[in-house]
């Protein structure tokens, strides 16, 4: 069984440009979560998805970033425009609907913004 | 979720058991103690999760003390791979899903 996978796993922009991380779950898991390490702090959370439906998208730093999970398969995270501070590793998982199961994560997005 | 508190690091001799301890005085009764590990430059990986009982897996066995306000993580016959950060997490899961990483802890297998 495939595991979480992420693209892309690096990526160096300049400040004010546009960068898409995206991510697949692994097959027939529901839940889609995004988190994020930004430079020298904790792994945080950024939202949650069900299927294609938001359910929780407390932990979005600002409206610069956008998630989509268009059909309720795979997921984009959008950085528009980006910032020096925005850089770090953004790690997607995913986990099924059934109560009691475990979130895998993927190996993250290490994002460098220049 | 209520707050757990880790060391910062320890060391372990590879083969040896590893025990990791945890407090989490305020955990509620419905809150699940969950361990996951990030080996470098990896993502967090899933290790073990309880409640009440004590639990094994292939990987690691949890002990969590009667009242709950702390825990011990086992890593059984520790190899350098073992190496990586441990997170203790008091979690809601699943029905909370948001998973609140701190510190953790820096383990350390040496040959």
Redesign the interface.
């Known amino acids: 069984e495939a595991g979480?996978t992420q693209f892309p796993s690096h990526s160096v922009i300049e400040k004010g440009q546009t960068v898409t991380l995206r991510c697949d779950p692994i097959s027939g898991h529901d839940?889609l979560?995004w988190?994020r390490r930004v430079m020298g702090k904790?792994?945080?959370?950024l939202l949650?998805f069900v299927k294609e439906s938001k359910?929780?998208e407390s932990?979005m730093p600002n409206n610069r970033f956008l998630a989509e999970r268009t059909g309720g398969t795979y997921s984009t995270l959008k950085v528009q425009p980006a910032e020096l501070e925005d850089s770090g590793v953004y790690?997607c998982?995913s986990?099924r609907l059934d109560?009691?199961?475990?979130?895998?994560?993927?190996?993250?997005s290490w994002l460098t913004v220049v | 979720d209520a707050k757990t508190t880790q060391p910062p690091s320890m060391d372990c001799a590879e083969g040896r058991a590893a025990n990791l301890p945890c407090n989490h005085s305020t955990i509620s009764g419905n809150e699940y103690v969950?361990w996951y590990r990030?080996i470098h430059?990896?993502?967090?990986?899933?290790i073990i999760?309880g409640l009440k009982n004590n639990e094994t897996n292939e990987m690691a066995s949890l002990i969590i003390t009667e009242d709950r306000k702390s825990s011990t993580l086992i890593l059984p016959h520790a190899t350098l791979r073992d190496t990586a950060v441990y997170y203790c997490i008091a979690s809601l899961?699943?029905n909370d899903?948001?998973?609140?990483?701190?510190?953790g802890t820096t383990v350390t297998v040496r040959a």
Do not use: M
């Not at chain 1, 109560?99 to 993250?108: A, C, K, L, P, S």
């Open positions: 979480v839940n979560y988190y904790e792994i945080k959370f949650h359910q929780d932990g790690f998982a986990s109560i009691g199961n475990t979130i895998y994560f993927g190996e993250g | 969950y990030q430059s990896q993502g967090p990986q899933y999760h899961f699943p899903y948001k998973l609140s990483f701190g510190a």
